[in-house]
Structures are given as C-alpha cells and as structure tokens.
C-alpha cells in the first residue's frame, strides 16, 4: 500500500511514443501531457487525469491496492475510445520500481501488456508500457512517460 502516494500532485509529462508498434519500427512520436493525480483509501488507491493537448484526448488511471494480494490493478480509459479498459494490469512494486502485467491485444494481435513505473526521487518518475507477442520471451518497448512534478 502507498506505492503510488509520490504520484500525488501536478506533473509536466514529457511523451514517446512508437508509431507503429509490432511494426519493426523505430520512429517515435513525441509530444506533451499534463496530469494530476490524487491518493485514496489512506494510499490503498490512487487516480490521475493526464491532458495530451496536442492529440485532443485526455485520459485517466484508477489504480486500486489488494491488501489480501498485496498488488495493484491498473485501470485505463480515454476520452477518445469512452470506455474503461479491462482486464486491469496487475502487480507490485520492489523498491522503487514497480511491474504490472496484463493480457491485452493490439490491434487485433494478442499481446502481453507491461508497464514499468521507475521513481527515481520526489519530483521525477517514469513510466513504460511495452508488449510480448512471444510469451514474455521478448519485449518491444511502446510508450515512454517522463514525468517532473510541476513547479519543481
């Protein structure tokens, strides 16, 4: 419990995205984001609202801690699809690095989903999402958030 408390607050996102994923591809697409996030539960939950004022869409995580797993859920939903994504990621943090898992498509191909969250201090974070098409064998790298607290 209190994994994401340091996410509390105003962030300045930086973005990279890849294209084409699954793709071989190796062009990215960068671009801002603004998100707040506040705690809840006494920590056991957290939720954020993240603005990408360039792609017209905002989007938001709800993250709910099991005390009986001792793992979270992450829950996504955009403004542009308007629906909550499932199944959840799933997992749990190790120090300052956390690794949560789901089984997911992309584009219609199957795919194993992993989001990597790195708190390096106080004021900056990162988070990654990547897929497996080869049973966790291998991972493509999709998505890249770095995050600075607002104002630091």
Same mark, same amino acid.
């Given at each position: 419990?209190?994994?994401?408390?340091?996410?509390?607050?105003?962030?300045?996102?930086?973005?990279?995205?890849?294209?084409?994923?699954?793709?071989? $591809?190796? =062009?990215?697409?960068?671009?801002?984001?603004?998100?707040?996030?506040?705690?809840?539960?006494?920590?056991?939950?957290?939720?954020? =609202?993240?603005?990408?004022?360039?792609?017209?869409?905002?989007?938001?995580?709800?993250?709910?801690?099991?005390?009986?797993? %001792?793992?979270?859920?992450?829950?996504?939903? $955009?403004?542009? %699809?308007?629906?909550?994504?499932?199944?959840?990621?799933?997992?749990?943090?190790?120090?300052? %690095?956390?690794?949560?898992?789901?089984?997911? $498509?992309?584009?219609?191909?199957?795919? %194993?989903?992993?989001?990597?969250?790195?708190?390096?201090?106080?004021?900056?974070?990162?988070?990654?999402?990547?897929?497996?098409?080869? =049973?966790?064998?291998?991972?493509?790298?999709?998505?890249?958030?770095?995050?600075?607290?607002?104002?630091?």
């Amino acid at each position: 419990m209190n994994d994401f408390d340091f996410l509390a607050g105003h962030w300045n996102v930086a973005n990279r995205r890849l294209v084409k994923p699954l793709a071989g $591809s190796d =062009e990215w697409d960068e671009f801002p984001a603004s998100t707040v996030a506040t705690r809840h539960f006494d920590g056991a939950a957290s939720f954020d =609202e993240i603005k990408f004022p360039t792609k017209e869409f905002s989007g938001l995580t709800v993250r709910v801690y099991n005390p009986g797993t %001792r793992q979270w859920s992450i829950y996504w939903a $955009s403004s542009a %699809r308007g629906v909550l994504d499932v199944p959840p990621l799933v997992g749990g943090f190790e120090g300052s %690095r956390g690794e949560f898992y789901a089984d997911d $498509s992309h584009e219609g191909t199957p795919v %194993r989903c992993r989001f990597i969250w790195t708190v390096f201090d106080q004021d900056t974070a990162r988070w990654e999402q990547a897929f497996s098409v080869d =049973e966790e064998r291998t991972w493509e790298t999709n998505w890249v958030m770095d995050l600075t607290r607002a104002g630091a």
